[in-house]
């Protein structure tokens, strides 16, 4: 069996046809595909870490850079959330909120309070994700292009030891102090 050696002096040539292949490749497969973001209706799901290294480095510091979005309950975003975020309930949910919001104060009714940029960056939580999800999808679908979903919620950037901001009387009421 004969071995393939490669000249050194063909080198560039080869380099420069292995790249050429690979932007052809990447112009067919990932045509709609830009900074992360497809242009079609998608978000990117991301965990607590990513979402607070966003944070930290600045990126959703400023609401005309990015919004905050947390999707959850009146009362469950008075137990906490995350600094700056602006909460637009999703859907009622007995279990964390006994007061029914009508249906003009939910998620797919106030789309309109997004920002108008459909390129700002949008970070949406809620408890566990699964509410979440479906806003982000909400989000795409009305035109946002760059909408981050905090998988696992509000619950694992808790339990990562990220900050929140909370009402102290709620929260030992939950988490009553060791004794």
Request: glycine content about 6%; aromatic content about 10%; overall charge positive.
């Amino acid at each position: 069996m004969e071995e393939f050696c490669l000249n050194k002096r063909f080198l560039p040539s080869f380099t420069v046809i292995n790249f050429n292949q690979l932007l052809i490749l990447l112009g067919i497969t990932g045509s709609n595909i830009r900074d992360g973001f497809t242009t079609s209706n998608e978000y990117l799901n991301i965990d607590s870490n990513q979402a607070y290294k966003m944070i930290e480095h600045g990126i959703l510091i400023s609401k005309d850079r990015v919004f905050v979005l947390d999707v959850r309950t009146p009362n469950e975003y008075k137990y906490g959330h995350i600094k700056g975020a602006t909460l637009i309930p999703l859907i009622n949910v007995q279990k964390y909120d006994p007061v029914n919001l009508p249906d003009k104060q939910l998620l797919p009714n106030r789309l309109d309070e997004l920002p108008k940029n459909k390129d700002i960056e949008i970070l949406v939580y809620c408890k566990t994700g699964n509410r979440g999800s479906t806003a982000s999808q909400l989000i795409v679908n009305k035109g946002y292009r760059k909408v981050h979903c905090m998988q696992s919620g509000l619950d694992s950037w808790v339990k990562a030891g990220y900050p929140i901001i909370f009402d102290p009387t709620a929260w030992e009421a939950h988490h009553p102090p060791k004794q």
